[in-house]
């Protein structure tokens, strides 16, 4: 279990483009991914990506706008975020999961770690 740590949010138009970047206490082998919560929402996978990087998983909402990459010599997991919507909006965490993914499904219980989040807003 490592600790991560998000960094890159901010205030950014509609139509336009944000990354945001999480870095591990340590190397990790694990499935690393993405979730985002909106204000009076729940928490929701945006996107996954194994250690090799040859398995990755997107929400509906952003697949096509969103790129997710990991470099693994330096720990850290990328968010490349493209014509961003208001929708987009919410405070961005990085997670570190248990197993393979094999789809948009991550359970609550197989969360390994949670970063502490960056927040994310867009505005029109």
């Known amino acids: 279990q490592v600790q991560l740590e998000e960094s890159g949010g901010g205030l950014v138009q509609a139509g336009g483009s944000l990354r945001v970047s999480c870095v591990a206490s340590?190397?990790?082998?694990?499935?690393m991914g993405w979730f985002r919560q909106a204000p009076g929402k729940e928490r929701e996978f945006v996107a996954s990506?194994?250690?090799?990087?040859?398995?990755?998983y997107y929400a509906d909402s952003v697949n096509g706008r969103f790129f997710i990459s990991r470099d693994n010599a330096k720990n850290m997991v990328n968010l490349q975020m493209n014509n961003l919507k208001l929708e987009d909006t919410g405070v961005y965490y990085c997670?570190?999961?248990?197993?393979?993914?094999?789809?948009?499904?991550?359970?609550?219980?197989?969360?390994?770690?949670w970063g502490q989040g960056t927040r994310v807003t867009v505005s029109s």
């Open positions: 997670a570190e999961r248990v197993g393979i993914a094999y789809s948009t499904l991550w359970g609550p219980d197989e969360t390994l770690s």
């Open positions: 340590d190397r990790t082998y694990n499935t």
């Open positions: 990506i194994s250690w090799n990087g040859l398995s990755i």
